[in-house]
């Protein structure tokens, strides 16, 4: 199975020193593309396959997975010692546009079982252990399905602090206007446009969006721009900057090159430079 670049699934199973599991259940080889054979690893290890890598058949060095997510080794008195599957799903998120979201979470969350992603466990738990054409479109849309009910079900747990820009898409008007600014933010916006497609005043939406965003539209919309000119000044070196300002919505890139740098502290040139002399993996100049 070829990893795409976003939604990616790796498997890796421990075997703890026990018996041979039942053979009603269903053991399979993670299917894909062969790598190059390796030595096994020592029972009682975990057998990690880092994200990225290809898949290989026992065979070949890979490892085995089962068919859902625990196996137990006896009948069903026996004491519950079973060996745990983990599926892990890596989205590489690289720039500025995903930064948001990142500063809101820890570096590592944990989701208790019982919610509504669970469902969506139980589809990964068969569609992974099921070389089928198809499979990978299918595992990238559940491994979307089942990040958004997590952060879902992180942000609503009780005692949780939801950035302003989470909560505010749930009122009617307020995640209206997000949603399109965030569709196309290179729109010649203004907050009357924003109010008529959101079916209110002007006023109405200044003041409502500030409240529950924390900053006036058009501050929101200006900093998704730079943001979004930021990641295009890494990705496209062949750009100008000229090309990047009406990627964003702005006709001078003289008057781009002056909200680039009151938003970020640095031109976008020297942005440009910064990033491209860091090291792989660097983290890019951080904000103002």
Not at 110 to 119: E, L, M
Not at 125 to 143: H, K, N, S
Not at 249 to 269: E, Q, T
């Amino acid at each position: 199975m070829d990893p795409s670049d976003q939604g990616a699934l790796d498997r890796r199973h421990e075997h703890p020193h026990r018996p041979r599991p039942r053979r009603h259940r269903q053991d399979r080889p993670a299917g894909g593309r062969p790598a190059p054979a390796g030595p096994r690893p020592p029972p009682g290890r975990a057998a990690p396959v880092a994200c990225g890598e290809d898949c290989a058949t026992p065979e070949q060095g890979g490892t085995r997975y089962r068919l859902g997510w625990n196996d137990c080794a006896g009948g069903a008195g026996d004491a519950a010692e079973a060996a745990t599957t983990l599926v892990v799903g890596a989205y590489p998120v690289r720039g500025e546009i995903s930064r948001p979201l990142l500063d809101a979470l820890p570096v590592v969350l944990r989701v208790d079982a019982g919610g509504t992603d669970d469902p969506v466990l139980d589809h990964l738990a068969a569609e992974v252990a099921v070389d089928a054409p198809g499979q990978q479109v299918v595992l990238d849309r559940l491994l979307d399905w089942m990040l958004v009910c997590t952060l879902r079900a992180w942000f609503d747990r009780p005692g949780g602090e939801p950035p302003p820009w989470w909560a505010a898409q749930r009122d009617p008007v307020v995640g209206d206007a997000l949603r399109l600014l965030h569709a196309d933010p290179a729109a010649p916006w203004t907050v009357a446009a924003l109010a008529v497609r959101a079916g209110v005043s002007r006023s109405t939406l200044a003041k409502r969006f500030a409240d529950l965003v924390g900053e006036p539209p058009l501050t929101h919309l200006t900093r998704l721009r730079m943001a979004l000119a930021a990641d295009l000044l890494v990705e496209r070196e062949a750009a100008t900057i000229a090309d990047v300002a009406r990627a964003v919505g702005y006709a001078d890139p003289f008057g781009f090159s002056a909200a680039f740098k009151r938003v970020r502290g640095v031109n976008p040139s020297e942005f440009r430079r910064a990033a491209t002399a860091a090291e792989p993996g660097r983290a890019l100049p951080a904000r103002a």
